[in-house]
């Protein structure tokens, strides 16, 4: 079997082209793990944006200038020279955009392994765990392509709304209603926030997006209003309000931060607007905080334990897995792209932001057997 990598032009995302090299022998401890299926979304895109400085690149490492973005997906073993974990087994986790991965598991247990190879010591935690399909609650082999594509996403969704509810919407509810915005409302991370939002009181939810995605985003319905980009001079300039921006858009930001008078708190989640980040020097209002969902984690854990959190979060999943996948009119339409062709049709498109929001694209490197 050959290898094959997608490396992407660090300083230039659009260009892309297939490694190809023989697999290496692995070392004592170590497994190989043929990469069956992983999911791309503008989450992925981020990490290459951000791939130097968020150190991103770091994970999977490649040639000069070159880089292998991490995705979430799933592979199975096909060979181990590591006591515990025998082929065939199959693991949920952050992978390379590979046909295969090479890692070096410790601290093993029923549910899986951290990774730990040396170069990965310093990353974070939450992206060297590898999760046992088949004890993992989460997973169901029916919705494993929602899975790969929405869990990460998810998880994050869900951590948003918990954390804005934890810290009492930072005031913005204290006087009744107050105006929560999401930017790029369209993409899924948005919608699992949407989607809980919606249940609280005293809350206006307005989607913020492009105007070709403002019909998907009024059909998701938990959006009370649904702006374009340029109609943000619509929104109650006096409302006690909050700014959860996906888009990362600094002139978006700008404007919405001169605009809202009475912002009370504005967070900042994530960079779909790729072409458009910039910084948020003498921004008016609240200085922007970045979200780390790991604090979140790491907070509730302390106050609820572990097994309450995870079991909190397992019961909205399975709430929010169950909508995506039911049989008629799914919001969600999964999208299968095999080969390398396929590979780099698919990124370009997830790339140029023009995609069909509700699409959710399932990748593979894997080769026919010959
Ligand atoms: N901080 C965290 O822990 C964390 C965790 C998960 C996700 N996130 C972030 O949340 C964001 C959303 O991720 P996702 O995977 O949910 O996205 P997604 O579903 O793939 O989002 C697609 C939407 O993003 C916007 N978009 C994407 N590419 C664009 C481009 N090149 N130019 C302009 N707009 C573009 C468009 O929305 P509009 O037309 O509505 O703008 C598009 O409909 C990402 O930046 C991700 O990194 C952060």
Same mark, same amino acid.
């Not at 899986?112 to 088949?134: D, Q, S, W």
């Not at 790969?148 to 209603?177: K, Q």
């Not at 915005?181 to 249940?199: D, N």
């Not at 960079?271 to 008016?284: I, K, S």
């Given at each position: 079997?050959?290898?094959?990598?997608?490396?992407?032009? *660090?300083?230039?995302?659009?260009?892309?082209?297939?490694?190809?090299?023989?697999?290496?022998?692995?070392?004592?401890?170590?497994?190989? &793990?043929?990469?069956?299926?992983?999911?791309?979304?503008?989450?992925?895109?981020?990490?290459?944006?951000?791939?130097?400085?968020?150190?991103?690149?770091?994970?999977?490492?490649?040639?000069?200038?070159?880089?292998?973005?991490?995705?979430?997906?799933?592979? %199975?073993? /096909?060979?181990?020279?590591?006591?515990?974990?025998?082929?065939?087994?199959?693991?949920?986790?952050?992978? #390379?955009?590979?046909?295969?991965?090479?890692?070096?598991?410790?601290?093993?247990?029923? =549910?899986?392994?951290?990774?730990?190879?040396?170069?990965?010591?310093?990353?974070?935690?939450?992206?060297?765990?590898?999760?046992? $399909?088949?004890?993992?609650?989460?997973?169901?082999? *029916?919705?494993?392509?929602?899975?790969?594509?929405? +869990?990460?996403?998810?998880?994050? @969704?869900?951590?948003?709304?918990?954390?804005?509810? !934890?810290?009492?919407?930072?005031?913005? =509810?204290?006087?009744?209603?107050?105006?929560?915005?999401? @930017?790029?409302?369209?993409?899924?991370?948005?919608?699992?926030?949407?989607?809980?939002?919606?249940?609280?009181?005293?809350?206006?939810?307005?989607? &913020?997006?492009?105007?070709?995605?403002?019909?998907? $985003?009024?059909?998701?319905? $938990?959006?009370?209003?649904?702006?374009?980009?340029?109609?943000?001079?619509?929104?109650?300039?006096?409302?006690?309000?909050?700014? /959860?921006?996906?888009?990362?858009?600094? @002139?978006? +930001?700008?404007? /919405?931060?001169?605009?809202?008078?009475?912002?009370?708190?504005? %967070? @900042? /989640?994530?960079?779909?607007?790729?072409?458009?980040?910039?910084?948020?020097?003498?921004? #008016?209002?609240?200085?922007?905080?970045?979200?780390?969902?790991?604090?979140?984690?790491?907070?509730?854990?302390?106050?609820?334990?572990?097994?309450?959190?995870?079991?909190?979060?397992?019961?909205?999943?399975?709430?929010?897995?169950?909508?995506? $996948?039911?049989?008629?009119?799914?919001?969600?339409?999964?999208?299968?792209?095999?080969?390398?062709?396929?590979?780099?049709?698919?990124?370009?498109?997830?790339?140029?932001?023009?995609? !069909?929001? +509700?699409?959710?694209?399932? &990748?593979?490197?894997?080769?026919?057997?010959?």
């Amino acid at each position: 079997m050959r290898v094959l990598d997608f490396l992407v032009k *660090k300083d230039e995302l659009g260009a892309t082209r297939l490694g190809e090299s023989s697999p290496q022998p692995i070392g004592e401890g170590q497994i190989r &793990l043929r990469v069956e299926k992983f999911a791309l979304t503008a989450n992925n895109i981020t990490y290459a944006a951000f791939g130097e400085a968020m150190h991103y690149w770091g994970f999977y490492p490649a040639e000069a200038g070159w880089g292998r973005i991490p995705v979430w997906g799933f592979a %199975s073993v /096909i060979e181990s020279r590591c006591p515990g974990i025998e082929p065939g087994e199959r693991f949920y986790g952050y992978y #390379p955009m590979s046909n295969e991965g090479v890692l070096q598991p410790k601290r093993l247990s029923p =549910t899986g392994f951290m990774e730990g190879a040396e170069h990965r010591a310093t990353l974070h935690a939450v992206y060297n765990n590898y999760v046992r $399909c088949v004890t993992d609650p989460f997973h169901d082999p *029916k919705t494993e392509d929602a899975e790969a594509i929405l +869990r990460p996403l998810y998880t994050t @969704s869900w951590l948003i709304d918990d954390f804005m509810a !934890d810290n009492d919407f930072f005031g913005a =509810t204290a006087a009744g209603t107050g105006l929560v915005m999401l @930017s790029s409302a369209s993409s899924k991370t948005a919608y699992g926030t949407a989607f809980q939002l919606a249940r609280r009181m005293g809350i206006e939810l307005v989607g &913020l997006t492009s105007a070709a995605n403002v019909a998907f $985003c009024e059909s998701l319905g $938990c959006y009370r209003r649904v702006l374009a980009y340029d109609q943000l001079a619509r929104l109650d300039r006096d409302a006690a309000s909050i700014y /959860i921006d996906f888009a990362g858009n600094a @002139s978006l +930001r700008r404007t /919405i931060h001169g605009h809202c008078a009475n912002l009370k708190f504005s %967070s @900042s /989640i994530g960079g779909t607007h790729v072409e458009q980040l910039g910084g948020a020097r003498n921004l #008016p209002g609240p200085r922007p905080v970045l979200f780390f969902a790991p604090a979140q984690i790491k907070k509730r854990s302390t106050e609820w334990g572990a097994e309450v959190l995870g079991q909190r979060l397992l019961e909205s999943w399975r709430e929010f897995i169950r909508i995506t $996948c039911r049989p008629t009119d799914p919001w969600l339409l999964i999208e299968h792209h095999r080969g390398a062709d396929a590979v780099t049709a698919a990124y370009a498109r997830v790339l140029s932001g023009r995609d !069909d929001p +509700r699409r959710g694209r399932m &990748l593979s490197l894997v080769e026919p057997a010959a």
